[in-house]
C-alpha cells in the first residue's frame, strides 16, 4: 500500500470532522438568530388599524421592566404602522374589571373578554424575562434584556404568532457598527424596531388610514 492510498482513510476522517464542526456552527447560528418568530395561525386577511397592546409581564428582577418594554413597544409600533392603539386608560378600566392584577397575563376567557371590551382586532401580549444592567468597557453600562411577544387574535386570545427577542447593549457596536447602547429604554426601543421589521416581513400590514 502507498503512502497516498494509506492517507484516504486519515483524510476522509478529518473532512468529515471538517463538515461535522460547520454543519453544528450553522445550526447554532440558526438557533441563535434573533428575533425568532413562529407563526401558529395567520393573520386576519383583511388590513388592520385597530391594536391594544396590553401590559406585559416582567418575569425579570428588574423594577418597571415591563412597564419599560411595553410602552416603548407600543411607541415604536405606532408609529411604524400608523395604528389606531387603544387607549391606556381603557385597557386599565378593563383590567380592573376583571380584578387582573398588575404585572400578571390575563388567561385565555378574560383575553376574549377583553378584545370584545375593547372591541380591537388584534392583542398584543408580552413578558419580560430578563432585564439587567451589565458593567461594560471602561465601567460603562452594557444593558441586557430577553423578552417574548404574542399577537393574539381579539375575539379568541388564541396565540397566532410568537416572537422571542435577546439583546446586549454592546452586541451592536460589534455587529451593527453604530455604537453600543447603553440603556434599557434605548435597547428597548431598538429590539422593538428589529421585532416590527421582522412582522413588516412576515405580513402584518400597516395602517394606511
Not at 494509506?6 to 476522517?13: D, F, H, K, T
Not at 400608523?82 to 378574560?110: V, W
Not at 447593549?169 to 421585532?195: P, W
Request: glycine share 8%; hydrophobic share 40%; charged share 20%.
Amino acid at each position: 500500500m502507498n503512502s497516498d492510498t494509506a492517507g484516504l482513510p486519515r483524510c476522509s476522517a478529518l473532512y468529515l470532522l471538517i463538515l461535522l464542526v460547520v454543519l453544528v456552527q450553522v445550526g447554532c447560528a440558526g438557533r441563535n438568530q434573533v428575533p425568532q418568530q413562529r407563526q401558529m395561525a395567520p393573520l386576519p386577511p383583511q388590513p388592520i388599524c385597530g391594536i391594544s397592546v396590553l401590559p406585559f409581564a416582567n418575569n425579570s428582577d428588574y423594577l418597571m421592566a415591563d412597564a419599560i418594554v411595553s410602552k416603548v413597544f407600543a411607541a415604536r409600533l405606532q408609529e411604524a404602522g400608523h395604528y389606531l392603539l387603544t387607549q391606556e386608560g381603557d385597557i386599565q378600566r378593563a383590567y380592573r374589571q376583571l380584578a387582573i392584577m398588575p404585572g400578571s397575563t390575563p388567561d385565555l376567557n378574560q383575553l376574549q373578554i377583553i378584545g370584545g371590551r375593547l372591541n380591537t382586532r388584534l392583542l398584543i401580549t408580552g413578558s419580560v424575562l430578563e432585564m439587567r444592567e451589565d458593567r461594560g468597557d471602561h465601567d460603562s453600562i452594557n444593558p441586557f434584556i430577553v423578552f417574548e411577544l404574542a399577537i393574539r387574535d381579539g375575539s379568541s386570545g388564541e396565540v397566532l404568532w410568537t416572537t422571542f427577542h435577546r439583546r446586549q447593549g454592546s452586541e451592536y457596536k460589534k455587529t451593527m457598527h453604530f455604537g453600543s447602547i447603553h440603556t434599557v429604554t434605548g435597547l428597548s426601543r431598538q429590539m422593538a424596531d428589529e421585532i416590527i421589521t421582522l412582522w413588516f416581513r412576515k405580513g402584518l400590514v400597516p395602517c394606511n388610514l
